[in-house]
């Protein structure tokens, strides 16, 4: 069974940087992605990120663009989220999510993905 595991969330101030790692394992085929979510309180669960293996091919949230960066580690099955220039607005739940097909896409609506981590919590104080 696919097992998704969420690191590196912390408490910085604004300006500051953090680097999410993902660590999957489990998937039993080639073709998967893997995404961030996050989840501020009262707020729906929206899409940050997505990369998908099929072609390396990602999307960033407008309002991460610049600023927070997708990558992949096949050799050791981690996803990383570099976030730089971190905002009060980014702080939330960040969740990893992933799912496999035959080509995997990195697509933005929760409902293609079957697994989920627990959540990291990110702070950003002003």
């Known amino acids: 069974e696919v097992q998704l595991v969420e690191s590196g969330g912390g408490l910085v101030q604004a300006g500051g940087s953090l680097r999410l790692s993902c660590a999957a394992s489990g998937f039993t085929r080639d073709a998967y992605a893997i995404g961030w979510f996050r989840q501020a309180p009262g707020k729906e669960r929206e899409g940050v990120s997505i990369i998908s293996s099929s072609d390396g091919s990602t999307y960033y949230e407008d309002s991460v663009k610049g600023r927070f960066t997708i990558s992949s580690d096949n050799a050791k099955n981690t996803v990383y989220l570099q976030m730089n220039s971190l905002k009060p607005e980014d702080t939330a739940v960040y969740y990893c999510?992933?799912?496999?097909?035959?080509?995997?896409?990195?697509?933005?609506?929760?409902?293609?993905?079957?697994?989920w981590g627990q959540g990291t919590q990110v702070t950003v104080s002003s």
């Open positions: 999510a992933a799912y496999e097909a035959t080509i995997a896409q990195p697509m933005v609506d929760e409902s293609w993905y079957d697994y």
